[in-house]
Structure formats: C-alpha cells, structure tokens
C-alpha cells in the first residue's frame, strides 16, 4: 500500500534528520513505522508500508487527533461535560460524537468547535440512565469483578444491559462492539 507523503506531512529529509529509518512520526501510536524505501511517481514522494494494519494505524491516528481536538473544545466550553464523557470509554465515545455529528446534520469536514459545540448542547439530551452509566459500561472484567469484591454487589449483568442500552441509543450492533466482545472474552477465559 501506498501512502502519500503530503497526506502524512512528513518528508524523507525529515525522517533522516529525525532519527533515521526507525523514526516514528507519532510516538503515541506503535502501529506506524515507515520504510525507508522510496519510489518517485511523479513529482510526489511515496512511502511504502509494509503492512495494510500499519496503514490502518496511520488513519486511525489521524481521526484520534480530530477528536483531540474536538475534546479540547469541549473542556474549554463546559468541563462538566467533558468530565461525563472521559468516563466513557474511547470506543463508545467515538461512536457517540459522529451519533451526535450526524444528528446535529454536520458535514464531514465541520470545524471541530462546532463539533464540540453541539456535544456540550446534545449531551444533556440523552436519557438520564444511559449518561449515569457510562462509567460501568467502561469497565473490563477483571476492573468489575474487583469493584464487586469491594461492594459486594453483582455488576456483570447490570454493565452487559447498559451496553445494550448504549449501543441501542448510538446504532450499533453487538459484533461491532470491540468492548463488549473483549468483555465476554476475558469472562469466558476466568470460568
């Protein structure tokens, strides 16, 4: 797979001056490396990657930093809000913001203030039971079963329905729900 060397704002001159040909132009994702092999096409400089899932790691960075910034906007705007939805785990979080991007009928490429704008004015609107669990839907297994040691109180069930809760009101089904499958694996693994 090719990757233009435009879309990623790095240049082989940069890479070099950086650290050579294990530089890696974001530190938070370890998915990235790029080759040091080069093809000119044109006038356009082209990285190879070697692997498609490390090119998947690139968009997937990319749309990170989008909310990032949107995330940023938000805390400026209303901290309370942005502290209900860091308890949410990334996941549901990202499905929530483009749920609410599409139904404030924002376009693709809208300015993320705006974005966070309407986050802040649409939050408040969902269901007062779905917002109080963001934080249990959030938890792994092993997390719950040690909050259930401590309050001695059965949680499994209660975090399986408020998924079921979340993705009815974001529109999503069970298979695409990484949490969710990660959740019953790690049950089915401690039986």
């Given amino acids: 797979m090719l990757l233009d060397t435009r879309l990623s704002g790095i240049s082989e001159s940069s890479c070099n001056k ?7 132009p974001f530190p938070n994702f370890y998915g990235i490396i790029f080759s040091p092999q080069k093809q000119h096409q044109g006038d356009t400089d082209v990285f ?4 498609v899932s490390e090119c ?7 749309e990170n930093m989008n909310y ?7 805390y400026k705007n209303d901290v309370s809000t942005y502290d209900i ?5 990334p996941t549901y979080r990202y499905k929530l913001y483009e749920k609410i991007k599409e139904n404030s009928r924002l376009n693709g490429d809208c ?15 969902l269901r007062k039971e779905i917002v109080e669990s963001f934080e249990l839907v959030s938890y ?46 790690d049950q089915k693994k401690s039986l």
């Fill in 18 to 24: 950086k650290a050579g040909k294990n530089y890696r």
């Fill in 85 to 89: 939805l860091d308890a949410l785990h």
């Fill in 111 to 125: 300015n993320p203030e705006i974005w966070a704008d309407a986050m802040v004015r649409m939050l408040p609107r």
């Fill in 140 to 185: 792994s297994y092993l997390k719950l079963l040690e909050i259930q040691r401590i309050t001695k109180s059965r949680l499994t069930r209660k975090a399986n329905r408020a998924r079921t809760n979340l993705r009815k009101a974001l529109g999503f089904l069970i298979d695409e729900d990484d949490v969710q499958q990660r959740f019953d694996n």
């Fill in 68 to 74: 990032e910034k949107i995330e940023q906007y938000i």
């Fill in 56 to 62: 998947q790691w690139f968009f997937l960075a990319k």
């Fill in 48 to 51: 190879i990657i070697p692997q």
